[in-house]
């Protein structure tokens, strides 16, 4: 084992950094170690390499779904301190959340926002999963840091492939409120999306998000008069 204790106490990273050598390799394959405790420091360690440890991405992001908490925290932090691979940690630590203790949203939490602008485009790839999943996961994340997320929510709005991606970014921009004001443009673009959820989340979103002024009641008011649809009208008053 790399250091003394490794397979009897929860070490710490500055504990186990003091290691002559530790190999990437051989702390993968103790991720699948039968004690959780051997796992849990595997984890911590290969988050002192950093960098270094790229090639256990995979390994940790199996890790967050470990039976252990323990061994999950040191997993979300490992896979922060490595910074690699975002495309595959990110969207990983934000489904590691559902159902997470506080401790592991904390580690989550910290983790994402390690990786800074890398995990705007790989968080967003979950504005596919269902409302319910998006509020409980990328809303948590967005929340701490709306401004790294707002312009790459807007296109997701405006360019999204499914209209689910575009109904979620929606919903998302609402629940920041005035945090979102800078999405105003585009949700006023976005008003030209005929289909109806998306215009009524989008109008809730104006409502939310919008400084009131005779513009903004004028583009509402032809809204109004040009789609009678009752969820529509609902939506503008």
Do not use: H, W
């Not at 504990?15 to 699948?32: E, G, H, M, V």
């Not at 979103?205 to 513009?215: C, D, F, H």
């Amino acid at each position: 084992l790399p250091v003394p204790n490794f397979d009897t106490e929860a070490l710490d990273a500055a504990t186990i950094a003091k290691a002559k050598k530790l190999d990437p390799f051989r702390l993968q394959l103790l991720l699948s170690d039968g004690r959780p405790i051997v796992r849990s420091n595997a984890a911590t360690a290969l988050g002192t390499l950093g960098p270094k440890a790229k090639d256990s991405v995979g390994q940790l992001v199996l890790s967050l779904k470990d039976a252990q908490i323990s061994v999950r925290c040191a997993a979300a932090t490992a896979l922060g301190s490595i910074k690699s691979n975002a495309q595959r940690s990110v969207p990983a630590l934000s489904d590691a959340l559902v159902g997470a203790p506080d401790e592991l949203v904390e580690a989550i939490m910290a983790s994402v926002k390690s990786f800074g602008q890398d995990a705007v485009d790989p968080l967003l790839t979950r504005l596919t999963s269902r409302p319910e999943r998006t509020e409980i996961t990328l809303l948590r994340i967005i929340k701490a840091a709306p401004k790294t997320y707002i312009k790459g929510l807007t296109a997701q709005l405006l360019e999204g492939r499914t209209e689910i991606i575009k109904e979620n970014a929606a919903d998302i921009i609402t629940a920041l409120g005035l945090e979102a004001a800078s999405a105003e443009k585009s949700l006023i673009q976005a008003l030209e999306f005929d289909s109806v959820l998306i215009r009524t989340k989008v109008i809730r979103a104006l409502g939310r998000v919008a400084k009131p002024g005779k513009a903004l009641n004028m583009t509402l008011r032809k809204i109004a008069e040009t789609d009678t649809r009752i969820s529509v009208l609902d939506a503008v008053d």
